[in-house]
């Protein structure tokens, strides 16, 4: 279950702001928090932080093969392991809603700016989130039995 609300979470809140974004005019920027981050609307041809630029329908394929990687290796986890169980609903949110964007539009809105990292979203952020997530669970030492 956890997968299912979590990817469902990531997706609509990934929908929502891109479609708040999507209203500015694309290349413009709005300055928060003194400046030091900014909306920017841009769109993103490859991955996420404009990785690949030029190659979305090969990310297409990627998220959507992922997506279904994904629900299979979910099914052959321990019930108890949440962590893992929610890093994955995550990268399934986030795959779907640049999947989505790259099906509508042939490309991924991006519009947090650090100005000290390349634009990204909501999507991206969860993907990058769940990583860590799962960095961390698959390389601590197996517990003892």
Do not use: C
Request: glycine residues 10%.
């Amino acid at each position: 279950m956890i997968l299912l609300v979590l990817a469902v979470l990531v997706f609509v809140a990934d929908r929502l702001t891109k479609l708040l974004v999507q209203r500015m005019a694309l290349g413009s920027s709005l300055p928060l928090l003194g400046g030091a981050v900014s909306i920017d609307h841009a769109q993103n041809t490859g991955a996420a932080f404009s990785v690949g630029l030029g190659l979305g329908n090969l990310f297409l394929v990627f998220a959507l093969a992922a997506a279904v990687g994904i629900v299979i290796v979910y099914r052959r986890l321990p019930p108890g392991d949440l962590w893992m169980r929610a890093a994955l609903g995550m990268v399934l949110g986030g795959a779907l809603g640049n999947a989505l964007d790259r099906v509508l539009y042939g490309s991924v809105t991006d519009f947090i700016d650090l100005h000290w990292w390349p634009v990204f979203n909501v999507a991206d952020s969860s993907i990058v989130v769940a990583a860590v997530i799962l960095a961390w669970r698959l390389g601590r030492k197996p517990e003892a039995a």
